[in-house]
Structure formats: structure tokens, C-alpha cells
């Protein structure tokens, strides 16, 4: 098959986050199998207009923003008559491919985006997006659409799509040691931005700290919402015992993960939660609001646990507990490795290639 796929961002991008990872695991799979994959994203400073990697070709024509007006461009120059299949995935904008493309059309919609509109998107725009997205989103209705959640399945389906295909993510990390840090430490792992609420996992921390003082708390990541959750921490009263660790590679990244007692998440809602695979591949539960992506991800007493939506203090009490019980959290950390076995990139890129071939046929 040839297959063109529009993505926002690509893998090496500063800004990739879990729905880059999917994209390009599945795409580097499905070029292994000798499909040709072609990614359609946008540039950032100092990436080249083309590129391969794992296999898979790279065009980038677009800035973060323009990469949406300029796709029916693209389309023009590089996919029409080209290609068999348009794998579209969609956070937020969509790229609207069947208005201008006459290739078969798969919409990959990772969540709805809701509330995080808000999140580093300024008013006008946010209003618009928030108000906007459901009908946005009704041009796909009827064309056969891949989510990595049982969450957004409903979602779409509320909005009467007809098709729907549940494909989950993995997680290849490995865990880089089995010894936890000494000290209580909690890890939040992301970008800091307004949607996933860092400012909720340091008020709850403030709140851990009380009954232990001598926990620590690592915030690996960066983003817009940088300086105030410092200041925040400074307010808290809190900043000895926060560590700020900007991005960090995939090594550190496994160290932090293999390291840390417990992931926190309480972000607004997520796609599917890949970190919290990453860090059950290292031995590490999560413990996140029940909110759609993450309820789909956490199962409560297996990997990790869900606390009322935006309830700090149900966070810091749920996380106290989970600290002070030793034994429940050796069997989470081993229930937690145990779970993220049980999926595979090669499993989830299997399933996307059944379905793109019988969409193709």
C-alpha cells in the first residue's frame, strides 16, 4: 500500500508528544512490512524540508499554524494520484482532507479536544476551537475512524460516527533499574501546559508533604506554564523539595520512570495516556483524575489509581495512602509491569494495517 499521513508534528519535533510517538511507531512498522509511508507535518527551526527516518519519508511544508491552510497545497503537489490511502490524525485542528482529496480517507482521532483549547491557545482562537470542534469533526462521521481509546470511541460515536475502531497504543521503554529512590518520589512527566494541571500535582504535593517531608518531587518537562508552576512551588513553600528538569532524553527519561514511587496525572483528559505504559514498563503505577484517556488507561488497583476529577485533595489522599503502604505499592510496581507486557507496537501496527487494507480494497 501507499499510504500519506498528515500529522501536526513528527517524532523529532521539540513539541512531540504521545500521539508523535504512536504515529511514528506504526508508520516505521508499516514501512518495514514494505509499505510505502510518507509523513505530511509541520517544519520547526533548524529540521530540513525532507527527511527519512526509520523508513519512513518526512515532507515538512508548513509552520506550526500554516501547516493547516497549506495542506490542500501539499496535496496538490505531492499526494493526489500518488496514493492509495490519507491516514489523517487529528488532535485538535483537522486538516478537513475530504473537502479536497479524492483518495480513500481514514481519520486517526486521538481525543476530542474539549477544554485543552484553552491551553496555549489564546482567546479568540480557544473560543472558536471549543465551540467549533464537534462540527469540525462531522465531516469524517461516515468514513471508517481509528482511536486509541475506548473514551474517544464514545466520544465520536455521541457525535454519530459510524465506524469506529478501537487501536491501543504501547509502550518500548525499558526499565532501567528495579531500586526506587530512598525518599518518596513522586514524578509528573509532559508538558507544562494549562491542560494537564502541573499546578494540581504540586498543591496535592504540598499536601504529601506533611506526613512526609522527606518526599521529593521531580517535574520532567516544559512548555508555557514553566515559570508560573515555579512560582507556584516558591508560593507553596515547596520549591526544596521540587526538582524542575526541563525536557529530558529517553534515557533520562527511563531513569526518572524506573526510579520514581508514582507517576502523577492530572491533566483534563488525554487521548490514551501513553506515559502511564512508559512508566508501568518501569515498575511504576500511576495516579491520575478519571477523566477520558486516563480511565481508559489506569485500572484501578492493577496499575495504578483514579481519583475524583479535579479533586486535589482526593489526589494527595489517594497518593499518601499508596506511600504509606509499602506492600501495595511492591504489588502495583509488579502488577504495573505486568500490565504494560500485555501490549505491543507491533500488535497495534498489525491492526492499523488490517484495517487501512481493507479500507484500500
Known sequence: MRLAFFNWRDIKNPLAGGAEVYVHRVMARLAES???????????????PHEDIDGVEHIRYGGRYSIFP????????????????????????????PLYAKEKIVPFIHQLTRENWYSGISFPLAFAGYHCEDAMLSIYRHRP???????????????????????????????????????STLLYLGRLTKSKRVDHALRAFAQILRPHPEARMWVAGSGPEEPALKRL???????DSVIFMGRVDERTKADLLSKAH????????????????????CGTPALGYDVP????????????FLVPDGD???????????????????RLSSGSK??????????????????????VI
Open 34 to 48: 514494505g509499505h510505502k509511508a510518507t509523513l505530511f507535518t509541520s517544519t520547526f527551526p533548524g529540521a530540513p
Open 70 to 97: 497549506k495542506a490542500p497545497l501539499c496535496y496538490r503537489r505531492h499526494i493526489r494520484g500518488r496514493y492509495d490511502a490519507i491516514i489523517e490524525s487529528i488532535n485538535g485542528v483537522p486538516f478537513f482532507t
Open 312 to 330: 486535589v485533595g482526593a489526589l494527595s489522599r489517594r497518593a499518601i495512602s499508596m506511600l504509606d503502604d509499602g506492600s501495595t505499592l511492591r
Open 262 to 281: 508514582m507517576l502523577m496525572l492530572p491533566a483534563v483528559r488525554e487521548g490514551w495516556g501513553l506515559v502511564v505504559l512508559e512508566a508501568n514498563a
Open 145 to 183: 475512524a481509528i482511536v486509541p481509546s475506548e473514551s474517544t470511541r464514545s466520544d465520536l460515536e455521541r457525535l454519530g460516527f459510524d465506524d469506529v475502531t478501537v487501536i491501543k497504543g504501547a509502550a518500548d521503554i525499558r526499565q532501567t533499574c528495579k531500586t526506587k529512590e530512598k525518599a
Open 338 to 359: 505486568k500490565y504494560s507486557e500485555g501490549f505491543c507496537w507491533d500488535k497495534t501496527a498489525d491492526r492499523f494495517e488490517s484495517l487501512l487494507e481493507k479500507v
Open 293 to 304: 484517556g486516563l480511565r481508559d488507561s489506569i485500572k484501578a488497583g492493577v496499575n495504578g
Open 233 to 239: 512551588a516558591s508560593g507553596l513553600g515547596i520549591s
